[in-house]
């Protein structure tokens, strides 16, 4: 448990995630310099009650165990179906009355009122009642239960969001959310949130990615749409778009070492890391010749890494570690994140399942879309596609084909500047604005 410090005339929050995956924690990530310590992670806080651990624990091993038993023949599609029903996110037409609690929502206050849970960690934030911001809602429904004395803010982390998200009794609440896109705004709406308490804000990106006055992001997008780009076809169409948005084009522009770099990224709970062999071994050819480049992402997954570096060994491609294969491992997730966020400066294509990764494409990045895994990434795939900066996976087996096709057709830059265009980077900035008026 973190020491409270006295309140300053700084501007300080007491920023709360759950160690639950990447996603909560990679939304928090940005926000850490409202404190001098580390996020608090409401699951795995030093000093935490053995009785507030169990019930998180038993929660993120049965998401865990159904996120992989989703890849199981014949039996684990229908058995995941049966348990993304319990979250899953109503379709948003026609507009209707969805203020009715879900059996989840019901479930997890039952659970915060029993038995206690997260009293602990309230308590002792409140003695210091600094704004407490969560990157997840059941932390926010704690701190509005057991009467945090300060003002209370819950990021909304995905496009769309179910009805677990939104508080009980939401016209009674004084919970407010910060929310990363319209249609999160008007979904928190539609469940009963009062106007007054949604704020359209963005997902909070990390600052070394964006830079003072976007110096970085521009910097990166002009390099990376020169890879993008090979045979002008986008420029010839974009170019005073290109020189509006981004200014004055770069004199000398850095190209590395002349690949087109794509990154795959495993999810949270591991899964998927069968598509990363497959691309690995679709594009071998061309990692050969110099013309693609792949960094895998193994997270903190020991495992997953074991299994790539396996993999590249298995190919003959270890030679080519470090210059046309990466591998980003961490033993922590602020250590992977810093990884991964100093790695995508230098990526020109990130393929990943539409998770909390998919507001990366603010970045200038544009996205191929692995199968979602659950309803919000169902969503979250849906507005990739609407903003134009997603683009579903072809089969992996023939990347070596389609996405040099791609790159031909200019349809890569395009995503890329349809990301940087269309998608907000002030969310930090939006968060600190409403948080500390």
């Known amino acids: 448990m973190p020491k409270i410090k006295t309140r300053t005339k700084e501007c300080r929050a007491w920023v709360v995630a759950v160690d639950m995956g990447y996603g909560h924690q990679r939304a928090a990530y940005p926000l850490r310099d409202l404190d001098h310590q580390e996020v608090i992670n409401a699951n795995t806080y030093s000093g935490i009650p053995e009785s507030d651990k169990k019930i998180w624990r038993q929660s993120r091993a049965a998401y865990e165990f159904f996120t992989r038993f989703k890849n199981v023949p014949l039996v684990g599609e229908l058995v995941w179906d049966i348990f993304d029903k319990f979250q899953a996110i109503d379709p948003f037409y026609p507009h209707r009355n969805l203020t009715r609690p879900s059996l989840q929502l019901r479930q997890t206050y039952r659970l915060i009122k029993r038995r ?29 239960v057991w009467e945090y004395p300060g003002d209370i803010y819950c990021i909304v982390t995905d496009a769309d969001i179910s009805r677990a998200w939104a508080p009980i009794d939401p016209l009674k609440s004084r919970i407010k959310y910060l929310a990363s896109t319209d249609r999160a705004v008007e979904r928190l709406k539609l469940y009963g949130v009062k106007d007054e308490n949604v704020f359209l804000t963005g997902f909070p990106l990390p600052k070394e990615n964006i830079g003072i006055a976007e110096k970085i992001v521009k910097s990166d997008l002009w390099r990376r749409l020169s890879v993008l780009d090979p045979t002008g076809t986008f420029h010839e169409h974009y170019g005073q778009t290109l020189h509006e948005s981004l200014g004055q084009r770069p004199a000398k522009i850095k190209e590395e070492d002349g690949r087109v770099w794509l990154m795959f990224a495993v999810g949270g709970a591991g899964a998927q890391r069968e598509i990363g062999h497959a691309i690995l071994k679709s594009i071998a050819g061309h990692i050969r010749a110099g013309h693609l480049g792949l960094t895998l992402v193994a997270g903190i ?14 190919h003959r491609l270890d030679n080519y570690l470090g210059a046309g294969i990466n591998v980003i491992y961490a033993d922590s997730k602020e250590e992977y994140f810093h990884k991964f966020n100093l790695a995508l400066r230098t990526t020109d294509v990130l393929w990943t399942k539409p998770s909390e990764l998919s507001f990366y494409t603010a970045l200038g990045v544009p996205i191929i879309i692995a199968p979602p895994i659950g309803s919000q990434e169902e969503f979250n795939r849906y507005w990739l596609e609407v903003v134009g900066t997603g683009i579903p996976q072809e ?21 890329a500047l349809q990301g940087y265009l269309e998608v907000t980077r002030k969310g930090v900035e939006n968060i600190k604005k409403v948080v500390f008026k």
């Open 395 to 415: 089969n992996p087996k023939y990347t070596h084909e389609w996405i040099i096709d791609y790159l031909d057709k200019g349809w890569l830059a395009e995503a």
């Open 301 to 314: 997954h020991d495992k997953v890494h074991k299994y790539f570096m396996e993999q590249i060994k298995r």
């Open 116 to 144: 206690e849970w997260g009293k602990h960690l309230i308590q002792k934030l409140s003695d210091d009642p600094r704004p407490f911001i969560t990157s997840f809602f059941i932390p926010a429904f704690m701190a509005e």
